[in-house]
């Protein structure tokens, strides 16, 4: 078959404007909401610029009635309007109907800028079916407007003027963007406020035109970035890490302009808002990449140096970062952005320049304040345990998930109640415990669940064991909330959970066991005040015909020698477990709510706690050793 002719005339030169109208996508990004809305951002940023460089100090931005109109006024130098002699146009015209035109290729107009390729004002008015340019430069108040990219008309003074200033109004073309789309009102107001925090001193006003009534709305923050980043964390509702502290912040204009705020928060992912010469970088790049890497090397170095790192556990960088909230706002005087729309840094040279900055600028933080610090890394030490412990936990869950019909364990004797604020689990110590405690509960509130196997050790198991364990997965099952990365505290289908062992070494020694796979793998339950220590009595003590109830030895000589009579011989029981106690004994000093005596289970120190837990837990013989050594002097009596 014969090819189509293909000569001369098929070619097309695209004069002026037209390559924008015809690709709009290469110029914006598309021409849904998100190129809409660039439109806007390119002319404010014109603005931002001459604030940015010292030449101006308020913008005011108007949505006009119809949802479609925008205006942005500054309080700038004013766009020049002398005639270029070049092109027999007034210099205002060609900046508006040429693409890479404009004063921001020459240094000494524009130290820092948001953009050099010269095609966003340009842009903007090929893409509008009306623009008009309102200047206010030497005296005067001119004006010109245009349509599609092309003037229509010459460029007009209206009179004399005060102050300085430029004003850009356009309404983006239909024939472009359908007639559907509008300006989202919300988004512009985040946009504006982000502005403000990240130049201190510039207000910038919004009219919304479309509210009934009109609303008015000014953003000016001097606090700038610092301020920025206390606004984040408190919009996340996730508390800063330590409670009550606050966020560094760093400026730093030696070799690369930057400044920065950074803190840790209780929130599982990291959130960084990035940004180069007042523009959001919302895919970063290399000014982010240079933070990420500055700030896990300052903390790797202060882990080390003060001999912070943790057994058994590998910290990642994703560990490190991990509830980190930073803003970043970087100054580059040639940015190189991926593509127009500017959402990426490509410099290669500032991933270094920020690098250098970042690392000792952190390092030098976390040792002036070591309160924050100890808990930054506490913080990163727990997150890389509960990723490690989560593989361990999906397969206790896994298993449990296939167990039983319902999910729950068929030795728990559950509770008729299903309020969990009024239901309480006591995990109980043999069959012989939990018969006892059965028969003495309430049945309507108190659910028991009795191990009848070896409990395992949370903090040496691997995966394989833990899935393959039935105590925990029993106790899995019967919380229902999860483990690990998949806990969710609105499923736990208890409000209290107490662990009732026999009140000697044994008893002690599985308590810690069960602590630490609660620590491990069901933290928040601990943190939210669910876990409780039941503290049977060890001893009966009955002088006449009074009973008492004693924890343990001390307890028992106390209460004999302020209760006891001279004509009396008290009578002493010992209890060698709870599956000797009557049911009505145990109801009456350990079950009952008004009677009982129990410690709840809380975290004073989460680095100290986590040390501790691996010292005495994990597979280091030596650190145990080493422990017991240090702390043998504490103890009054050990009961061989």
């Known amino acids: 078959m014969a090819g189509k002719k293909y000569d001369a005339s098929d070619i097309q030169v695209l004069e002026g404007l037209e390559p924008v109208r015809i690709r709009p996508g290469m110029y914006i990004g598309g021409t849904g909401a998100d190129g809409y809305h660039h439109l806007l951002w390119e002319i404010v940023d014109n603005s931002v ?22 205006t942005v006024s500054d309080d700038g130098r004013g766009i020049p309007v002398d005639q270029m002699k070049k092109y027999g146009k007034s210099a205002l015209e060609v900046i508006l109907t040429t693409l890479h035109s404009g004063g921001k290729f020459e240094k000494k107009n524009y130290t820092h800028s948001g953009g050099l390729h010269g095609v966003g004002s340009s842009v903007v008015n090929a893409l509008s079916t009306e623009l008009i340019a309102e200047i206010k430069r030497d005296g005067k108040h001119h004006e010109q407007t245009f349509s599609r990219g092309k003037a229509t008309s010459k460029l007009k003074t209206l009179g004399n003027a005060r102050g300085t200033g430029t004003t850009i109004t356009f309404t983006p073309d239909t024939e472009i963007f359908g007639a559907k789309l509008a300006f989202d009102v919300e988004l512009i107001k985040e946009r504006l406020e982000s502005k403000s925090y990240l130049h201190k001193g510039l207000e910038i006003v919004f009219f919304d035109d479309t509210a009934n009534p009109k609303t008015e709305v000014t953003f000016r923050h001097d606090g700038g970035i610092a301020e920025y980043i206390a606004k984040l964390i408190a919009d996340r509702g996730k508390g800063i890490v330590p409670a009550g502290s606050t966020a560094f912040y760093k400026s730093h204009e030696n070799g690369v302009k930057l400044e920065f705020a950074l803190c840790w928060s209780e929130a599982t992912d990291e959130l960084v808002k990035s940004y180069v010469n007042g523009i959001p970088t919302k895919m970063g790049g290399t000014h982010e990449n240079g933070f990420k890497a500055g700030l896990v090397k300052a903390v790797r170095n202060y882990i080390e140096t003060h001999d912070l790192t943790p057994k058994g556990v590998t910290l990642t960088a994703d560990d490190i970062r991990e509830g980190m909230v930073c803003v970043l706002s ?81 030795k728990l004797a559950d509770c008729a109640s299903t309020d969990p604020e009024d239901s309480e689990l006591f ?71 107490f662990l009732l062992m026999d009140a000697d070494a044994d008893g002690l020694h599985i308590s810690t066991l069960l602590l630490t796979f609660f620590y491990r793998h069901l933290r928040p339950l601990i943190t939210n005040g669910h876990v409780y220590i039941a503290q049977p009595p060890l001893y009966r003590v ?54 009982r005596m129990v410690l709840k289970v809380a975290i004073d120190n989460e680095l100290e706690t986590d040390r501790t837990i691996n010292d005495l837990m994990g597979k280091d013989v030596g650190a145990r050793f080493k422990f017991i050594m240090e702390n043998a002097k504490d103890v009054l009596e050990i009961d061989a």
């Open 427 to 497: 995990i109980v110590e043999g069959d012989s415990a939990g018969g006892s405690a059965k028969q003495g509960r309430d049945r309507k509130t108190q659910a028991i669940l009795p191990l009848r196997g070896k409990v395992l050790n949370a903090e040496q198991a691997s995966s394989e064991k833990m899935g393959g364990n039935k105590e925990l997965q029993d106790i899995a099952s019967a919380l229902g909330c999860g483990l690990g990365a998949e806990l969710n505290l609105e499923k736990l289908r208890y409000g209290k959970i």
């Open 49 to 70: 610029d001459e604030v940015m460089n010292g030449h101006a100090s308020r913008i005011e931005v108007r949505l006009h009635k119809n949802g479609h109109t925008m």
């Open 330 to 410: 970087a100054y580059v005087v040639e940015p190189q952005f991926q593509g127009q729309t500017k959402e990426r840094l490509n410099n290669p040279e500032t991933q270094g320049q920020v690098d250098n900055v970042i690392r000792p600028a952190v390092e030098k933080w976390l040792n002036d304040n070591k309160t924050i610090a100890e808990a930054v890394v506490a913080r990163i030490i727990l997150a890389a345990r509960a990723r490690e412990a989560s593989r361990a936990a999906q397969a206790v869950t896994r298993k449990s998930a296939i167990s039983h019909k319902l999910n729950l364990p068929g």
């Open 542 to 595: 009955d002088i006449g015909k009074e009973t008492y109830w004693a924890l343990d030895e001390e307890h028992r000589d106390q209460i004999i020698k302020e209760k006891g009579r001279v004509n009396s011989k008290p009578n002493i029981m010992r209890f060698k477990g709870l599956g000797e106690m009557p049911a009505d004994d145990l109801k009456m000093t350990t079950l009952d709510r008004k009677n």
